[in-house]
């Protein structure tokens, strides 16, 4: 069964940093790719970045340069380090686990609140 739990959020100041944990277990499969998204109230997740079982990265233009995604295959657990914080990236933060192959097999966390006040 899978497990996806985050933690790390809080209450940051702009230009702040936090660094949020995702445990996923078991093991990411090589077919499998993870990643954290973000959601305000109204409005749709959105991709924040994604990295697959291989290492290969996919990040946000809007956190590029900032945010660093990165997996602890031996502790089963991802990271998001989130530096030089905006106000506009206050969210809830989600983890999230699929499969790439059909049909798709999809897993949420519950989730984790960021906030940036200015």
């Known amino acids: 069964q899978v497990h996806l739990v985050e933690s790390g959020g809080g209450l940051v100041q702009v230009g702040g940093s936090l660094r949020l944990t995702c445990a996923a277990s078991?093991?990411?499969?090589?077919?499998?790719?993870i990643g954290w998204y973000r959601q305000t109230p109204g409005n749709e997740r959105e991709l924040v970045a994604t990295?697959?079982?291989?290492?290969?990265?996919n990040a946000a233009d809007a956190v590029q340069g900032r945010f660093t995604i990165s997996i602890d295959y031996a502790k089963e657990t991802m990271y998001l380090q989130m530096n030089y914080l905006k106000p506009e990236d206050t969210a809830v933060y989600l983890c999230?686990?699929?499969?790439?192959?059909?049909?798709?097999?999809?897993?949420w966390g519950p989730g984790t609140q960021v906030t940036v006040s200015s």
């Open positions: 999230r686990r699929w499969t790439v192959r059909q049909p798709q097999i999809i897993y």
């Open positions: 078991p093991s990411l499969g090589y077919d499998e790719v």
């Open positions: 990295i697959t079982a291989a290492g290969l990265i």
